[in-house]
């Protein structure tokens, strides 16, 4: 409760507190601090987007299969259902509660109360382990890894509220990591750009005797970038970090020959 409470007045007082963190970051950071905070609050807008949309769907679903099963109040538990599921993971579990008990108490037998379990289930798995983390994650900047990760951390901190808002804290951390100077560790670990650019990418993976991995990088920047970019770009400083590691004695002749010879057959395909 203190915690939702504190949040609440965050959000009532956010221009008071927005000044007072430009005031800190001092006036010669008055560009990086807000575009760090225009990018939250972009972010977070995103996000409650999102997420209204999918319970919106889930609820849909949820009163529809109520319906036909013949559980009472159908729309009442699919709206609730809707509220509840801002609570990520505990929220559809304390949704599926109460039209549980209704149609265990209300219907003969046991199968509208299996199919009232199974239905909750589904979708719950459907939504909370495969939809959400994909969506929310891409469209809040987010990894989806890093979401589940941080679900777990902030229940462990703060229970269901730590659940409640585990993504928008993630996302602000996020942020942080990508605009201020010092926390870039944070915008490499839960931010949802690609880790390696793809030169080190596709040498890392010769070095690991992957060359199918190799070639799939290779062939998605060939398709945005094109042949000319990709050989200047990637190919070739595969080359010469080759060359420099194995004089520097970190990598074997092997493993020299065969970042070489993986690359300069990839030169002469592009080539001809």
């Given at each position: 409760?203190?915690?939702?409470?504190?949040?609440?007045?965050?959000?009532?007082?956010?221009?008071?507190?927005?000044?007072?963190?430009?005031?800190?970051?001092?006036?010669?950071?008055?560009?990086?601090?807000?575009?760090?905070?225009?990018?939250?609050?972009?972010?977070?807008?995103?996000?409650?987007?999102?997420?209204?949309?999918?319970?919106?769907?889930?609820?849909?679903?949820?009163?529809?299969?109520?319906w036909?099963?013949?559980?009472?109040?159908?729309?009442?538990w699919?709206?609730?259902?809707?509220?509840?599921?801002?609570?990520?993971?505990?929220?559809?579990i304390?949704?599926?509660?109460?039209?549980?008990?209704?149609?265990?108490a209300?219907?003969?037998?046991?199968?509208?109360?299996?199919?009232t379990?199974?239905?909750?289930?589904?979708?719950d798995?459907?939504?909370?382990?495969?939809?959400?983390?994909?969506v929310?994650?891409?469209?809040?900047?987010?990894?989806?890894?890093?979401?589940?990760?941080?679900?777990?951390?902030?229940?462990?901190?703060?229970?269901?509220?730590?659940?409640?808002?585990?993504?928008?804290?993630?996302?602000?951390?996020?942020?942080?990591?990508?605009?201020?100077?010092?926390?870039?560790?944070?915008?490499?670990?839960?931010?949802?750009?690609?880790?390696?650019?793809?030169?080190?990418?596709?040498y890392?993976?010769?070095?690991?005797?992957?060359?199918?991995?190799?070639?799939?990088?290779?062939?998605?920047?060939?398709?945005?970038?094109?042949?000319?970019?990709?050989?200047?770009e990637?190919?070739?400083?595969?080359?010469?970090?080759?060359?420099?590691?194995?004089?520097?004695?970190?990598?074997t002749?092997?493993?020299?020959?065969?970042?070489?010879?993986?690359?300069?057959?990839?030169?002469?395909?592009?080539?001809?």
């Amino acid at each position: 409760m203190l915690v939702l409470v504190l949040v609440a007045f965050m959000l009532a007082r956010r221009e008071d507190i927005r000044d007072r963190l430009i005031r800190l970051a001092g006036s010669h950071q008055v560009t990086m601090t807000t575009r760090l905070l225009d990018d939250v609050s972009t972010g977070v807008s995103r996000f409650l987007l999102v997420q209204s949309l999918i319970n919106t769907v889930v609820g849909v679903l949820v009163a529809l299969g109520l319906w036909a099963i013949g559980v009472p109040y159908p729309v009442l538990w699919g709206a609730l259902t809707v509220v509840l599921r801002f609570v990520p993971y505990v929220g559809s579990i304390v949704a599926m509660m109460l039209p549980l008990a209704l149609a265990f108490a209300t219907s003969v037998g046991w199968t509208a109360t299996l199919q009232t379990v199974a239905l909750f289930v589904v979708l719950d798995v459907v939504f909370a382990y495969f939809v959400e983390p994909l969506v929310i994650g891409r469209h809040v900047g987010v990894s989806s890894l890093a979401l589940l990760i941080s679900a777990v951390f902030w229940t462990w901190i703060w229970g269901p509220a730590g659940l409640a808002v585990a993504t928008p804290l993630t996302l602000c951390l996020a942020v942080a990591g990508r605009h201020v100077p010092g926390l870039e560790l944070l915008g490499i670990i839960l931010g949802d750009t690609r880790p390696l650019p793809s030169s080190v990418g596709y040498y890392q993976r010769l070095i690991a005797r992957d060359p199918d991995e190799a070639a799939q990088i290779v062939q998605r920047e060939r398709e945005s970038l094109g042949d000319a970019r990709v050989r200047a770009e990637i190919l070739l400083p595969a080359l010469a970090k080759a060359a420099r590691d194995q004089a520097r004695a970190e990598i074997t002749e092997e493993d020299a020959a065969f970042v070489t010879t993986t690359t300069l057959v990839w030169l002469e395909e592009r080539a001809s």
